[in-house]
């Protein structure tokens, strides 16, 4: 059992800047690929970022939906448990309630549907 909680989130200024963080209970933390979802309401929920459970040294792959890519960077620090999200230039577009989820895999993936668990979410709002 992996239990996520998500904090950062906020009101923010297009073309700001927030760092989301995902803790995670449990010891196992560094078993699973970790990935980060936003959903609006009415839409379905999106990929944004995922990250795999293993890499050399510091380095982990990593996977970026294209609306986010070269303005997000996921990372995760498995010493802490945490998962983090940093949004740079954020649009109003990117407002929405953010989620992390946990795979019990190597890689992480785009699917919701092959994360295990899932946060409660946090609140994502971008101002113009």
């Known amino acids: 059992q992996v239990q996520l909680v998500e904090s950062g989130g906020g009101l923010v200024q297009a073309g700001g800047s927030l760092r989301l963080s995902c803790a995670a209970s449990?010891?196992?933390?560094?078993?699973?690929?970790m990935g980060w979802f936003r959903q609006t309401p009415g839409k379905e929920r999106e990929f944004v970022a995922a990250i795999n459970r293993s890499g050399v040294y510091t380095y982990y792959a990593t996977y970026y939906a294209d609306s986010v890519k070269r303005r997000f960077t996921i990372s995760r620090d498995n010493a802490k448990n945490t998962v983090y999200l940093r949004m740079n230039s954020l649009k109003p577009e990117d407002t929405a309630v953010y989620y992390c989820?946990?795979?019990?895999?190597?890689?992480?993936?785009?699917?919701?549907?092959?994360?295990?668990?899932w946060g409660q979410g946090t609140q994502v709002t971008v101002s113009s």
């Open positions: 449990g010891r196992t933390f560094s078993s699973y690929a």
């Open positions: 989820a946990a795979r019990n895999s190597n890689s992480g993936s785009t699917r919701g549907y092959d994360y295990e668990y």
